[in-house]
């Protein structure tokens, strides 16, 4: 299993910035986290990938975060952040941690709980 915490949402005016960690906890028969990201679910809407890492540091973006947000790890802690600036409206949603754990045989998503952002016009 692997149990994911997330913090860091909340309301913040168009314009500002918000920074969102998730520790993740691996136990029993995950090995180590492979790929962290962030995705996020608008009322009405699907979830979708906001941004991803790899366990060497490669990342990815959704084209519409490119330049605004950025997305880090610390692997010694399990912990991805999202650090998100010239937040727009269009960006409110619930973010989702994802972590994908390795184990003997194959990968598992696991998902956290997930945080509001709400971004005000």
């Known amino acids: 299993q692997v149990h994911l915490v997330e913090s860091g949402g909340g309301l913040v005016q168009a314009g500002g910035s918000l920074r969102l960690s998730c520790a993740a906890s691996p136990s029993g028969i995950i090995i180590r986290i492979n790929d962290m990201g962030w995705y996020r679910q608008a009322p009405g809407k699907q979830r979708e990938l906001v941004a991803g890492?790899?366990?060497?540091?490669?990342?990815k973006y959704a084209d519409y975060v490119k330049g605004r947000f950025t997305i880090s790890r610390d692997n010694a802690n399990n912990t991805v952040y999202l650090q998100m600036n010239n937040l727009i409206p269009e960006d409110t949603a619930i973010y989702f941690c994802?972590?994908?754990?390795?184990?003997?045989?194959?990968?598992?998503?696991?998902w956290g709980q997930g945080t509001q952002v709400t971004v005000s016009s």
């Open positions: 890492i790899t366990s060497g540091g490669t990342t």
């Open positions: 994802n972590a994908r754990g390795l184990t003997i045989r194959g990968q598992i998503d696991y």
